[in-house]
Each structure stands twice: as C-alpha cells, then as structure tokens.
C-alpha cells in the first residue's frame, strides 16, 4: 500500500557547503537530505521510502564542534511503499523453483509463493521449469503474477521485507 508519510530528521551539512546568502544553503539541505534519504531506503513503521514530496520545514542549525558542521532539523512528506497481510499485489516471477516462485513487487525484492499455496499449478520440470494448471495457464519468469500476501517480516540488517504470499483467492494468478 501507498503512504503519505511526514517525517522528521536531521541534515548535517559540512562547513564547506555553508554560505552567508542563505540560497546555497537550502539548496544543500535539500540535496543532502535526498543523498540520506536514498540511502536510507526503508523503514519497518513506513515502509520503503519511494519520493520526497516536499520539504515542510527547516529548524535552526546547531553547530557541531567536532566537526564545525550544522546540523539541521527538518520536517519533510514522502510517499513510501508497505505490504500489508491480506493486500492483493502484482509482482514479477523472478526465480521457478520445485518448492515455489520468488517474485519482485516494486521495490520489494523477496516475495515467496510456495507451491503448496498454488492451488491446481504442477511443477513441470525442464530447461525453463514453469507451474502449469489444466487450463495451460503457465507461471514462467517474467510472468506478472497477482497474489494475496499471507504475510510479512522485517529483516533489519538488510532494511527490507521478506513477504509470504499465495495464490489461494479467487482471481489470483498470471496476469
């Protein structure tokens, strides 16, 4: 799910990057805050961090003395990117493996869909392996797949979700 987030945070900006005219220096606020922002890239309350959509305050620098750089408190809106359980999603087949599909969804790399959540698809194994149902409906790489997500974890050290979905709701499955 799309979120309109407003978020506090703080820019340090160096010393060499401050001016007495005050127009370099929002400019440098801004581009900082989007280096940090970038890298960021998710958080388990919001989600992954898509677009700053406006910066919505600047607060009083603070001096640092170890560095002689400012720091700046900001308030900023963003939209960012969350799966929720019983959300219907859209991902890409990314990896066909015996035990299930790995899929992409935006920015959300690791989505799992056992083939025990797959109802009516057989494994059909090969050069390029597929799930295959009666109707020859086939879930390949590269197929855009609906799904419902049955579940999700965050994994701090690496600042994404893992998400756990399946195809067993109607009007679930290639696209």
Request: glycine share 6%.
């Given at each position: 799910m799309y979120l309109r987030v407003e978020l506090p945070w703080n820019v340090l900006i160096p010393p060499e990057n401050l001016d007495a005219k005050g127009v370099m220096l929002q400019r440098a606020i801004i581009v900082r805050l989007m280096d940090d922002f970038a890298v960021r890239k998710a958080t388990k309350e919001h989600g992954y961090f898509l677009a700053l959509t406006s910066l919505n305050s600047i607060g009083e620098g603070k001096v640092r003395q170890d560095s002689g750089g400012v720091l700046f408190p900001v308030v900023f809106s963003c939209i960012s990117f969350k799966p929720f359980k019983g959300e219907i999603l859209k991902g890409v087949v990314t990896k066909i493996m015996k035990q299930g599909v790995f899929l992409t969804c935006g920015p959300i790399e690791n989505i799992y869909i056992p083939a025990s959540t797959m109802p009516d698809y057989e494994y059909v194994q090969g050069e390029?392996?597929?799930?295959?149902?009666?109707?020859?409906?086939?879930?390949?790489?590269?197929?855009?797949?609906?799904?419902?997500?049955?579940?999700?974890?965050?994994?701090?050290?690496?600042?994404?979700?893992?998400?756990?979905?399946?195809?067993?709701?109607?009007?679930l499955g290639p696209v």
């Open positions: 390029n392996p597929v799930f295959m149902n009666d109707s020859l409906s086939k879930i390949e790489n590269g197929v855009a797949l609906r799904f419902v997500v049955m579940g999700t974890k965050w994994v701090e050290s690496k600042r994404e979700f893992q998400v756990l979905g399946s195809l067993k709701l109607d009007f």
